[in-house]
């Protein structure tokens, strides 16, 4: 829960200090994105091997190893001399998040009997929620008085003092103990995630985006007959035939974070640029809508114990999508009141769906693939995250939005509201996904 909740701040405090990092080295909005999607992309692109890992060498290993990684370039990111330095250290971070992630969600599922399963991965999502929540209010005062810098430095203190819990745990768990690590699945699940990922958020830079986006389609049909031929493979492709509930789950979880992941990066351009409010207070506004998420998780989780968690879910997603649409219509002019509910209604809408979707997840494998269910549900998510930050970063530059000092408002306004109204359109796909889960009687 420690790292979770660590592992989520850093991601989500970045977006309040990316105002901060922009003046100090003079960065456009399309490279501050990047300093957001960097860390992302790193997951996405490590999670499956690093599970698999995980479930050959031992979870709490690697969980360990990867703790001490990932608070070692937390420290190095506090000295970094440019935009690009710290968008390599980003995405590095990424990876490493990667070793923690995975193995978590497994080592919980292992421990608790599952008829407790749902309130356990509701108070491991509030540490999520917590952590989100945190990132934006204390990431605001830390740039205010300290500077974004310090930021990076005292996450990574914290980071590092939950070590020591981890060092007390006696037992370890494996998934495949002892198998031959599937190399070849690897390479090419590390050379699809790139592709398509990078490929979609360079679609409107000239021809290059569309090559690299369809090369990463083909590399996705090699993985998956790789997959189906290889005795040990990173990510069992027989998991998702004939499994409604999986599936489906996955794909709504990968939808889902795709049109929420950006809330909170264009809200705090929405709060300090537009409206020209300081750092603090726009990390106060969107604290709300992690308060909510954190505060109602649990409680989501434990009810999706004893109701299909699908239901539960589907009306989470349905009330993200509202409450997206009602941001589409922000002006420059709009009461912070107003803004500050529309985030509180999103915050129990996503409370609502993802303790119930990974209780789903989970109930519909056998305890022996916990472990590849994590990391793919944990893949599904950075990789609808990277989509999210994607689709900012091109609707930004069809907008023409280069400078955040005030020049390009109109512009900076107008892409934020388009991006809204697209965010709650693959909310509605993200509902026709979690209800076609729903088991045909008879």
């Not at 690009?84 to 497994?106: C, E, K, N």
């Not at 939808?255 to 929420?260: C, G, P, R």
Request: a positive charge; proline letters at 3%; charged letters at 10%.
């Amino acid at each position: 829960m420690i790292t979770s909740f660590i592992g989520a701040m850093v991601g989500s405090g970045i977006n309040v200090a990316l105002p901060s990092i922009g003046r100090e080295f003079n960065a456009m909005t399309g490279d501050l994105s990047w300093v957001a999607a960097a860390y992302l992309f790193g997951s996405a692109i490590f999670n499956l091997p690093l599970g698999k890992a995980a479930d050959i060498l031992g979870r709490k290993r690697l969980y360990k190893i990867g703790i001490v990684l990932f608070s070692v370039t937390l420290f190095i990111a506090g000295f970094s001399v440019s935009v690009d330095f710290l968008m390599d250290i980003r995405f590095l971070q990424g990876g490493l998040m990667a070793m923690v992630f995975g193995p978590g969600m497994a080592v919980l599922a292992s421990v608790f009997d599952k008829k407790e399963r749902g309130r356990i991965l509701g108070y491991q999502t509030a540490s999520v929620y917590v952590g989100l929540t945190c990132g934006p209010a204390l990431g605001g005062l830390i740039c205010e008085y300290l500077g974004w810098r310090w930021f990076f430095f005292l996450t990574g203190a914290v980071a590092a003092a939950g070590l020591i819990f981890m060092l007390q745990v006696k037992e370890e768990w494996y998934g495949d103990r002892g198998a031959p690590f599937d190399f070849k699945g690897s390479l090419c699940y590390m050379i699809t995630a790139p592709l398509i990922l990078y490929g979609f958020s360079k679609i409107t830079d000239g021809p290059l985006g569309p090559w690299l986006f369809v090369a990463g389609l083909a590399a996705l049909a090699m993985f998956i007959y790789v997959e189906r031929h290889t005795p040990y493979p990173i990510l069992d492709v027989n998991m998702f035939l004939g499994n409604r509930v999986f599936t489906c789950s996955n794909l709504a979880a990968m939808l889902h974070y795709a049109s929420t992941f950006a809330i909170s990066f264009l809200v705090s351009m929405y709060l300090q640029v537009i409206c020209g409010l300081s750092a603090p207070v726009a990390g106060g506004i969107i604290l709300l809508q992690f308060f909510m998420m954190a505060s109602l998780s649990p409680k989501a989780g434990a009810l999706s114990d004893r109701i299909d968690p699908g239901v539960v879910a589907s009306v989470g997603m349905a009330i993200n999508s509202v409450g997206l649409f009602a941001l589409s219509w922000l002006q420059r002019d709009s009461s912070l009141i107003t803004v500050g509910l529309l985030l509180m209604v999103i915050g129990v809408g996503f409370a609502l769906f993802s303790s119930p979707n990974n209780n789903a997840i989970l109930g519909a494998c056998v305890p022996k693939y916990y472990g590849t269910a994590s990391s793919l549900l944990a893949t599904m998510r950075i990789i609808g995250q990277a989509f999210s930050m994607a689709i900012v970063t091109i609707i930004m530059d069809v907008n023409s939005v280069q400078s955040i000092t005030g020049a390009d408002n109109d512009a900076l306004l107008g892409a934020i509201k388009i991006i809204f109204r697209i965010f709650s359109l693959i909310c509605v796909f993200g509902i026709m996904a979690s209800l076609a889960r729903k088991k045909k009687e008879g």
